[in-house]
């Protein structure tokens, strides 16, 4: 049973326009998200990060988009660069558990020239 | 800098075979997280050391997985009696602290595969 489910394997997006990336979670204890970028034979890089107690973040040409009610969060990637091409890998942690992150299967961005 | 480091980056054994799996944190970085990411699937949590202890264990799969971080840097991930299911990447992130304010910095992983 996926906690944090990424329902979209891949996504394809021109070079100039807007990326969005879905999630939706299904445990109402997450209180904190995080969206991570991963190359191949990489690591994930933490991306941004977004509270509960938000429903927006912003950080240069990346926002995350919270909506509690609907237990869903949104990346978006405005405009998207090559460099962008990715998996894209939406986490969340739960409430008193900050060591905890369960993240969803990932979405591969593709920015097409 | 160094980041996180990960030694082998590649492993191949056979079936009941025992392995270790080699995590150089970031110096400086008191909490040590082990994933286990399998194919076509996000990053499973493991076992999250802070300092020496393992404060929370409870992702191992079963007993055949244990770690341990004996000087509170380095950290190895053993495996008994592997099996073809236990083929994945296994990840090792650090950071400086551990909670929110902590980033999560990710080595480049161990590829496993258990033939």
């Known amino acids: 049973d996926q906690q944090v489910k990424q329902n979209s394997p891949s996504l394809s997006v021109q070079e100039g326009r807007i990326s969005i990336l879905n999630c939706d979670y299904t445990?109402?204890?997450?209180?904190?998200f995080l969206w991570y970028k991963k190359y191949p034979a990489e690591g994930p890089t933490f991306l941004i990060s977004?509270?509960?107690?938000?429903d927006k973040n912003e950080d240069g040409r990346f926002t995350v988009f919270l909506n509690k009610s609907a237990k869903h969060l949104s990346l978006h990637i405005v405009p998207s660069q090559p460099g962008d091409s990715a998996v894209y890998f939406c986490?969340?942690?739960?409430?008193?558990?900050?060591?905890?992150?369960?993240f969803g299967k990932g979405t591969r961005l593709h920015i097409l020239p | 800098g160094a980041g996180v480091s990960q030694t082998p980056s590649n492993k191949v054994t056979e079936k009941g075979k025992y392995v270790e799996l080699r995590c150089d944190p970031i110096?400086?970085?008191?909490?040590l997280y082990w994933y286990r990411q399998s194919l076509g699937q996000g990053p499973e949590f493991l076992i999250y050391?802070?300092?020496?202890?393992?404060?929370?264990d409870s992702g191992l799969p079963n007993d055949r997985f244990f770690a341990v971080r004996p000087e509170g840097s380095v950290s190895t991930l053993k495996i008994q009696r592997t099996e073809r299911g236990d083929s994945a990447v296994y990840l090792c992130?650090?950071?400086?602290?551990?909670?929110?304010?902590?980033?999560?910095?990710f080595g480049p992983g161990t590829r496993l595969t258990v033939l």
């Open positions: 992130a650090s950071s400086f602290t551990s909670g929110r304010g902590g980033e999560q910095f």
């Open positions: 445990n109402s204890m997450f209180d904190y």
């Open positions: 977004i509270s509960s107690i938000k």
């Open positions: 986490a969340a942690s739960p409430r008193n558990r900050d060591d905890k992150i369960i």
């Open positions: 110096s400086g970085h008191t909490a």
């Open positions: 050391f802070q300092g020496t202890g393992a404060a929370d």
